[in-house]
């Protein structure tokens, strides 16, 4: 992938020498923090009882990072380019279709543990978005385990992850997330509360897919293999692959990001047509958008 870099952005918080307290939140597995705060509204509770509650799975709260300097350096440069790619791409989005200015999030860079407005959260977690204070988190040592452990190397399978996140906020200023948050108030049982973090996830692939389309025509372009590169990295983190990885086996109704067929589908759909209204799912689970 070729990048311009006068999309470098400059709303990254790097936070990976500031440590944390007390234990972490850890041992959750996947990209799992939405669906803890959705349960913490069905449940009636603040979201950090239930994010504090978790036991770190490490022991840790600020283990050093495994990528050397020049890595991480490097890392950097990408995430910034990533995100002011994104950030270019969705204002232009919003004024076209919606007719509003799009608000930047921050990404918070971290090393081992982070303290966020939904709590705290260890790097095992993965990269997530807290709708409380409109900031992504991101360990830069999950860019190279997406290649190690998950077997989707890349650089546009990398983006992918950031461009998913982006796609939760985009869900948070338009509303998105608070028609779930009631959904899931009003569900009657777990498996319920399951559809609508399942309906968020695949929406955020999307809208993933839906800023792959756009950037490509204006800010980037696309080298042979990237886009299968996105593709390779949505399957690799469908819960019934992660599950059937880490379990032997998988249980539908536990799902929370969709099937890795779902989770390619959703990404392929918003790369297809460009359009915010293509990422709707025409479903009780969430509104439809403009």
């Not at 470098?8 to 007390?22: A, F, L, T, Y």
């Not at 536990?254 to 460009?274: K, L």
Request: one cysteine or more.
């Amino acid at each position: 992938m070729r990048w311009r870099k006068s999309s470098k952005s400059g709303n990254v918080e790097d936070r990976r020498s500031v440590g944390i307290p007390g234990g972490a939140v850890g041992g959750i597995g996947g990209l799992l923090l939405i669906l803890l705060l959705l349960i913490s509204i069905f449940l009636g509770v603040d979201p950090s009882q239930i994010l504090q509650g978790v036991p770190d799975s490490t022991g840790t709260t600020g283990q050093p990072s495994q990528l050397s300097e020049d890595q991480q350096n490097q890392s950097i440069e990408f995430v910034s380019l990533v995100l002011g790619d994104t950030e270019v791409t969705w204002s232009e989005i919003f004024n076209d279709e919606l007719g509003r200015t799009y608000a930047d999030p921050k990404l918070v860079l971290f090393t081992g543990a982070v303290q966020s407005a939904c709590g705290r959260a260890s790097a095992s977690l993965g990269p997530f978005y807290c709708p409380g204070d409109q900031k992504i988190y991101l360990d830069l040592d999950f860019l190279n385990d997406l290649k190690g452990n998950l077997g989707a190397p890349g650089d546009f399978a990398q983006a992918y992850v950031i461009a998913h996140e982006v796609g939760h906020h985009v869900q948070n200023l338009v509303g998105t997330m608070q028609y779930a948050d009631k959904m899931v108030a009003d569900a009657t049982s777990e498996s319920e509360a399951n559809q609508e973090s399942v309906a968020l996830e695949l929406q955020a692939d999307c809208y993933a897919g839906l800023w792959a389309n756009r950037s490509a025509q204006q800010n980037l372009i696309l080298e042979s293999g990237d886009l299968e590169e996105a593709l390779n990295a949505a399957s690799a983190v469908g819960d019934d692959r992660l599950q059937k990885e880490s379990q032997g086996y998988v249980v539908p109704d536990s799902f929370t990001h969709g099937t890795s067929a779902q989770r390619v589908e959703w990404f392929s759909r918003g790369f297809e047509s460009g359009k915010m209204a293509s990422c709707d799912c025409n479903c009780p689970a969430l509104p439809a958008i403009g």
